[in-house]
């Protein structure tokens, strides 16, 4: 009943989708840490129940064959015990002759005994021999799936740390694009702008200012001619 609940827990273990634990997984690195343990657990628990199975396992076949090898003996005993009934009934001494009849027969009968005895245990060496194939398939299936395990863990730490890595560049580039140092520089080219137009404009109204001072000159030059003009009239010097 153990062994059969052992191949059971052994073939689950063996069977379980990987993928689809990860998929359901809030934290799947947590997870496969978890998973990594107790699978590592469950292969040494495995591997102790599977070595006292195969323990059992060969003490039956060294009592099978230790009554093979009693019954081989009890055999050539019973063989010698009747030769030398043989013997010595040849020899007309009929008394121990079936003396050593009785003792060949004692011998034949421990022979059948232990013979019984050796083919009771092959069913059981049978049984025992295809649990004990079984849990080594199921073990060596555990220990695949426990190097599948450790390599996703390794992975997915790997594949986190690169996501990780990658988070914080963005968060980096983001943080340049809140700053946006090109748009203080259109601000400040902005304002450089503004100050030449403002420059320009004190220039151009500089410059009309003065062609105002000019042109006012040349009227006031108009009016002296006029008033010299007017003056040699009335001394009578004027030429027509």
């Known amino acids: 009943m153990a062994q059969q609940s052992l191949l059971g827990r052994i073939g689950q273990l063996a069977r379980a989708n990987l993928n689809a634990l990860l998929d359901s997984a809030e934290d799947p690195q947590k997870m496969l840490d978890q998973m990594v343990r107790d699978y590592t657990q469950a292969i040494r ?57 009785n003792l060949a027969k004692i011998a034949l009968q421990r022979q059948i005994a232990e013979e019984q005895q050796a083919k009771g245990f092959e069913p059981q060496i049978a049984s025992r021999t295809e649990v004990v194939d079984k849990l080594k398939k199921g073990l060596e299936g555990m220990r695949s799936k426990l190097e599948d395990l450790k390599g996703k863990r390794n992975e997915l730490v790997a594949r986190n740390r690169m996501v ?18 090109t748009s203080e520089v259109s601000r400040f080219e902005d304002k450089v702008r503004r100050e030449e137009a403002r420059v320009r404009g004190q220039e151009e109204l500089a410059a009309s200012s003065l062609d105002a001072q000019f042109e006012a000159l040349e009227a006031d030059g108009d009016d002296v001619e006029v008033e010299l003009r007017l003056a040699a009239l009335k001394s009578g010097t004027s030429t027509p």
């Open 45 to 101: 628990e495995a591997e102790a129940s599977v070595a006292q199975t195969i323990g059992d396992l060969r003490l039956l076949e060294e009592d099978h064959t230790e009554a093979q090898a009693t019954a081989r003996e009890w055999g050539s005993k019973a063989v010698a015990a009747s030769r030398k009934a043989d013997s010595l009934r040849a020899e007309g001494n009929g008394s121990e002759a079936d003396r050593f009849d």
């Open 164 to 181: 990780q890595a990658q988070s914080r560049v963005q968060d980096a580039v983001g943080a340049l694009d809140l700053m946006d140092p």
